[in-house]
């Protein structure tokens, strides 16, 4: 199966993309995640994405696409994937259908919706116990932004195709992945 996790920052696409990549025994791909070790291991490609991360910018896509394209054609191959973070715009999306095969594309979109107040209390909640660089109040107030104009557009792109299924994301994690299982 391949799915793809959309939501805004603190919807939990991490928590619950990597519940469900368990439960259908594929890989969790998170391009945040991906970009951010690329950070900690200081490559090149870590140097050059620094700054847009520690912002709340989106990564250039041809850094993007170098760097998670590679993984989640593998991860096709070899039997599907949960994305999580990519695409994150209407162009990257475009980008990845015409360079990857239909057969990898996603099959399914799950959209996390939670209201922006409570985004916001997970984020500054975990900044308090994670200290990951972009939970700051005023990054956070940058990432919802870019998320309402660059990546919210997606839900009408994939609900167009009639790949999108949306969940109510402001309930307990745990309410949240039956949810998830529910429309699949
Ligand atoms: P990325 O790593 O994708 O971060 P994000 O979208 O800001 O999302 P988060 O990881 O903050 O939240 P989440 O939705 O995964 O929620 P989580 O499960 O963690 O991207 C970071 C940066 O990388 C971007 O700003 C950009 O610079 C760059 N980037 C990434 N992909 C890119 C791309 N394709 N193109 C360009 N740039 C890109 O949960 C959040 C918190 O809430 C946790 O503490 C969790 O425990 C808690 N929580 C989750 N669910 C619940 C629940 N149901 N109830 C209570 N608490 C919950």
Do not use: N, W
């Not at 696409?13 to 900690?40: M, N």
């Not at 590679?70 to 991860?75: E, G, H, R, W």
């Not at 005023?138 to 009408?156: G, H, K, N, W, Y």
Request: charged residues 25%; negative net charge.
């Amino acid at each position: 199966m391949r799915m793809v996790m959309l939501g805004a920052p603190g919807s939990g696409k991490g928590t619950q993309g990597q519940r469900l990549a368990e439960r259908l025994g594929v890989p969790h791909i998170a391009s945040g995640d991906l970009l951010r070790a690329q950070v900690r291991a200081r490559t090149e490609l870590g140097r050059l994405v620094a700054g847009y991360l520690d912002k709340g910018r989106l990564v250039p896509d041809e850094l993007v696409f170098d760097l998670v394209l590679p993984v989640v054609l593998t991860a096709a191959e070899a039997g599907g994937y949960v994305l999580d973070g990519f695409p994150r715009s209407v162009a990257q999306a475009v980008k990845a259908e015409e360079l990857a095969p239909d057969s990898a594309g996603p099959e399914r979109v799950i959209f996390l919706a939670v209201p922006e107040e409570l985004l916001v209390r997970r984020l500054l909640e975990r900044a308090a116990a994670a200290g990951r660089s972009d939970d700051t109040p005023s990054v956070i107030t940058d990432r919802l932004r870019v998320f309402e104009s660059e990546t919210r557009p997606l839900v009408d792109h994939y609900r167009a195709r009639g790949l999108l299924r949306e969940v109510a994301g402001d309930l307990p994690a745990d309410e949240v992945t039956e949810a998830i299982a529910a429309v699949l």
